[in-house]
Every structure is written in structure tokens, then in C-alpha cells.
């Protein structure tokens, strides 16, 4: 009875019994952290785009977006609830209302971009917003924020939460990606194409949104949008485990499963077809004044990708087609060492021209992806370092979760890192034909994070381009809204 109780919980996450098993077999194995052979800097991994390569890069980039299909793909799947974790304590707290956390949140709640609507509510239900403040019912606002009460904030999608505030009308971030399409991924035909992977639980809302503000933005920019959404699939998701690495189960004797956070997206990314794909977090929006910061920075990103792909395309046709002599092959040669940082084996120089075309077809013909790579500030996320496996390095981006900190040296390396992804990417989808490649062909599915997530790291091509602190502005909690670069 229990076995097929257990069985029915697999089943209803669109798993089988053999994935789960595989799943927990890979817990169970002794978890081989990835070996950090160093950090990843500029000019070590990193690129610098120099000022005077950057209007060619753009001239490439806008070029392409008349002839190729773009794409801008935004995971939108995040809670807003993870937001409003210190308002749910001051929710809490008998003296909030007296003390020093209610005098901070009374001064600072005029400048959130969702006052407005939050004094419209409170006005709906027969109360006085001004009153409340000056009464000091500030748990009662609160509860206008948070609940059904009123704005329901703490059951929303973050991308449905006013994170702007314009003369005319507030913005979600839901809203700024819009925007932001417009700026940069329209074709000839003034079309944007925009994919967002949101929760089961909020696609109507998303949906019912978006239907009602696309053509507000339309009209203000030209544009004509092409959106979809997708759901990010529970066959995806992956057995929780307790320490013991044994399947752990809730208060009602039920598995529990966890998101398959962003490696997962792979599934729903390999189900779009575009030629270029840039991917951005729903929450990394500016306001209008610093976006052309941001539309510049995607542009040469973009631009640099196209160069690559142009000179990857031309080295596989030679390869191919059999026309490279040993110069050609010296040639290309350098260009994966120099331009992809692809460290080919150490007995390549030795190897027949037959071995080395195949070599060369192999590592080249793979999907790319150009991340933008910020200096380190303190914010948290993965970091880019060489790592080495089966005696080749390669570029990768690591996650604290992945590196053995027990070891000194190991723990030397990672505290040295000088950039981290911010999850800015561009990448390219299809081969030198034009045909689309199956991503699934290119994840590791061996590369689990034990932690509260599972990353499947993809063997992509991978380069690593430094970009400004300007463009990564994330909004993980709603004080975040207060900085400058969100008023």
C-alpha cells in the first residue's frame, strides 16, 4: 500500500520510478565536487570588449536582428512571497508599530512604486491610508500589501509587483521586459519576441496581464509582440533527500520534490525556435534612465556572438567539406584555443589530419553561449573559473555548492574569483546549417548540486565577456526598491 502510494506521488510529478532511482543513485555516489583550477580574469577567460570593436559589434548585432530570428527568453517563475520575508516579521512583531523597524517602513513606503495602487485598495475597503500611517496601524497596512485583503502581494508572481514609478503609469518588471524588447530585439518587421516560463500556479495571471497592457506598449514603441509562455515541467524536478541522502518526506508521509531551478530550463529553452536567444532574470530591470546602458551592453554581447558563430560556421564548412590543409588546420587550431578557450588535447599536435578534423568538427559544432560577467561585489551567484576534467580545462560557471571548501586550496581559489554571472547571456541555438540543435544532447546530467537546487550543467561552448555593475540590478527583496538605481 505504501509502495503504491509512493509510486502515485512519482507519477503525479511526471517522473518514473527508474528517474527518481537514477536520481538518488547520483545523491548517494559520493558527490565529486568539480576541481577549480583557477579563477577565470580578465584577459584568463575573461574578454574585455575593446571602445573601438564596439559600433562594429553593434552593426553586426543589428544587422542579424533584420535577418534571424531573436528572441528574449525571461524566467518569470520566482514568488514574490521570498520578497516580502522582512514585512512578514514585521507583520509579526508586537512592537512594530512603536519601534524603529515601523518608523523605517513609514518613511520609506511613499517612495514604492505600488503606493499608489496600495492607497487606492486601502481606500476600496473604507480606510484612510493617511490615517492608518498617522495612527501608527501599520500591521494593518501591511495586511494590505500581503493579503487578499488588498494587493495579495505575497501571492503574486515577483513579476507581476510595481517595481517603477513613471509620470503615467508604474511598471512591473513584467512591463520593463517589454519595454526592453522593444529596444533591442525587434526584427525588420518591427516584431519582438519575448518567452516567459512562469509557475503553473500564475500563468492565468500573467496571461490576463499581459493581455491588457501589450498593447498600451505597442503603441508607444512600434512594435508588434509575439509572447508565449511556458510552464516550467515537474518532470523536471528532483527528490528531495535528507543528509543520509534518503528520500525525505513531508508531515503527511508524502515524497517531496524540488524545482530543477534554472539547468531545468533547458527543456523549456530547447522547446523555442529562434536563432538567437538572449536570457535574462525577470527581477534584473532598470528604470528608463539607465536602460541605454543596458540595450548597449546586449547589443555587443549580441554583435560578439554573431562574430563568433560567423567564423565558427566557416571553420566547420571547411572541416566538413574536407578543405583544410595543415595550415587551415593550425589556423582554426588557434582560433578554439584564442577565441573559445577550448583546450584541446594535449596529443593533438601528434594526431593524424583526420583525427584532428574530427577533434575540431566535435568541439565546434555545439551551441554557444556569451555570458556577460560582472565585478564582484559581494552580490551572490555562480563565479567563472577554468576547471579541469579528464585533463582538459574548460570554462565554466561554478557554484559555491560544487567546490570542495574543506579543501584550503580549493577554498583559496574560489574566495579569489573576481567576477560572477548574473545570469546575462546571449546564446546561439543552431548549427552551421541552420538547423536546430537538441540541447539535451549537451547537459551533463551527472553534475547535480546537492543543495536547494539541482543545476545540470550544458556543454556548451562558453566565453566570457566583462560587462558593467550598471547592467545587474536585482530586486531579491523589496527594500532593493529603494536603491537608487530603482527610484
Known sequence: MAKEFHLKRIRDEGLSKREVMSQLKIFKRAFAPVKLKRPCTVGDGIIVIPDTDRKSLITNYNEASQQRKIIKFVPASGAASRMFRDWFRYAEMKDFNTGQSGADFMENLTQFAFYDDLQKSISENGDNITSLITNRQLQNILEYVLTLKG?????????????HSYPNRNRTPLEEHLVEAALYVQDASHICRIHFTVSNEH???????LSKVMKYYEGKYGVKYDLSLSVQLSSTNTIAVDMSNNPFRDNEGKLVFRPGGHGALLKN????????IFLKN????????LKPATVLHKKILGGYLVQLQEEIFANLRLLVEEQADN?????IARFCNEQLFIDLPRSFEILSTSQKIDIMIDKLNRPIRVCGMVKNEGEPGGGPFWIEENQTLSLQIIEQAQVDLESYEQKRIWNSSTHFNPVDLVCGVKDYRGQKFDLEKFVDKNAYIISQKSWKGARWNTVFVEVPTVTFNP???VNDLLRKEHM
Open 282 to 289: 525577470i527581477d534584473n530591470v532598470v528604470p528608463d534612465r
Open 475 to 477: 530586486v531579491k527583496t
Open 151 to 163: 494587493l495579495n502581494y505575497a501571492n503574486l508572481p515577483k513579476a507581476l509587483i510595481k517595481f
Open 327 to 331: 595550415e587551415t588546420l593550425y589556423r
Open 269 to 276: 529553452l530547447n522547446s523555442i525556435d529562434g536563432d538567437i
Open 203 to 209: 500563468k492565468a495571471d500573467v496571461e490576463n496581464y
